[in-house]
């Protein structure tokens, strides 16, 4: 069965570039982004390093800590942030797994039981490695998205969704479409006009089931 959200991600012990520890350890009381990629030295998943490595601040401002999964090993992983920090101008500070056996790739359901890695393979023997998810201080999974190989993640819209995840958790509201930091948050349906008045203050009935006040500080 697949990991779903809201479920407690395995605690796997992890070989990265950086040392081995264990998921749970890693995450701690921070949240935590693991991002996936099929193969090192592939042109996508250099540019979506450099991404990361350049967010490096971003991160930090959220408390998140950004953990890499690759199908390679140490010693790929760390030749290959040569080029991560070359192309992106930014160090690659964040540790990069090494999962030749594929035991995140299955743990976390983007491979099957029975996937291998063959002699002589490409990145289309692991496709399907090409996920992020978003993890809770919990060790909740709280969001997931998988891509094709062909197509870079925008992380603009990884922050974003971080950022609601945090205002939503943190404060008992939800996040409208193409919601970011700053604009006005849904009040859930679950909490009456008069308790929404004493919490929140004023807001905006636009239906009796969509009501919108000011992010909470």
């Given at each position: 069965m697949g990991l779903r959200i809201n479920d407690t991600i395995p605690n796997l012990t992890v070989t990265t570039d950086l040392g081995e520890f264990s998921l749970h350890d890693f995450v701690g009381d921070s949240w935590a982004i693991l991002f996936s990629h099929p193969k090192d030295f592939t042109p996508v998943c250099t540019t979506e390093f450099s991404a990361v490595a350049q967010l490096a601040d971003e991160w930090e401002k959220r408390g998140t800590k950004v953990i890499g999964v690759s199908v390679d090993g140490v010693e790929d992983h760390k030749k290959w942030k040569g080029d991560i920090e070359s192309f992106g101008g930014a160090t690659a500070g964040f540790p990069i797994i090494a999962d030749d056996g594929l035991e995140v790739s299955k743990a976390f359901d983007m491979l099957p039981a029975e996937a291998y890695?063959?002699?002589?393979?490409?990145?289309?023997?692991?496709?399907?490695?090409?996920?992020?998810?978003?993890?809770?201080?919990?060790?909740?999974?709280?969001?997931?998205?998988?891509?094709?190989?062909?197509?870079?993640?925008?992380?603009?819209?990884?922050?974003?969704?971080?950022d609601g995840l945090q205002t939503s958790l943190g404060k008992g509201v939800a996040t409208p479409a193409n919601w970011v930091s700053g604009e006005d948050v849904i009040i859930p349906p679950t909490v009456n006009n008069e308790d929404a008045a004493a919490k929140f203050g004023e807001f905006n009935a636009v239906l009796p089931y969509l009501r919108f006040t000011k992010e909470p500080a």
């Open positions: 890695l063959p002699d002589g393979r490409t990145p289309a023997d692991s496709a399907t490695v090409r996920s992020v998810f978003i993890i809770g201080p919990d060790k909740q999974l709280k969001l997931s998205m998988t891509y094709p190989m062909t197509v870079g993640r925008n992380f603009a819209e990884i922050l974003r969704a971080l």
